[in-house]
């Protein structure tokens, strides 16, 4: 994690001022709110994708407003492949523990929705399976990651005065917006679960996802990735 403000402790540009942190993350977060909410009576399936994808558009023009682009949150190409394939397996280890603890939690609150149908469709659909697929390697883990752990943990950070308290709040931030975001077809029980699973992506992503957010994005895509094939095989996942 980030080591104190001012110099290195910040991978935004140096022009970067707390308010300008702050409002570029409101701007991000009320796309991904107000594009959904927008969608969501015409479609549960495609509104979620359309607000990620809004807010990339609208992220990106932010950042080079100021003189960074995603490369700068950890977007780059993996400089060693055996490196990035551990990191991505100790991240899914991470995932897995985070996640069924929460488990644990929200089985004594809620119950467990599973994902309300949404997904019912894909059940020995070839093209809505191929089709999904699409939206999970877009939309549900390069998207996800770039715009939960790598903008709005730095931006929250930032403006938050950086530094390694800072970047814990901004992770308990990120987490919850994340579990949140999950909660309209998964209810409070997969909410918690998601955060749990939001926690676990960004801890890793203060560790190293700041330099290469690669593996991360590769876990979330393959966990998405089985849990869409067991669907499709008509698999309980």
Known sequence: ????????????????????????????????????????????????????????????????????????????????????????????????????????????????????????????????YLLIMVLVWTHGSFFEELLFRAFIINHASEALGGGLRSDIVALIISSACFGYRHAYYQGWHGALVTGAAGFAFGVFYLWFGRRNIMPLIFAHGAFNTLGQTFRYLGIED
């Open 1 to 128: 994690m980030s080591q104190g403000h001012g110099g290195a402790s910040s991978i935004l540009p140096a022009n970067y001022t707390r308010l300008t942190a702050l409002r570029d993350l409101i701007m991000v977060a009320s796309v991904l709110v107000i594009v959904k909410q927008s969608l969501l009576p015409i479609s549960q399936l495609y509104a979620g994708p359309a607000s990620t994808l809004s807010a990339m558009v609208v992220g990106t023009i932010l950042l080079r407003r100021r003189g960074s682009g995603w490369s700068d949150l950890g977007l780059r190409w993996p400089e060693s492949w055996p490196k990035t394939l551990g990191l991505t397996l100790l991240t899914m280890a991470f995932f897995l523990v985070c996640t069924q603890l929460m488990v644990v939690v929200a089985d004594f609150f809620f119950e467990d929705i599973g994902t309300s149908d949404r997904f019912s469709h894909i059940e020995g659909n070839l093209p809505a």
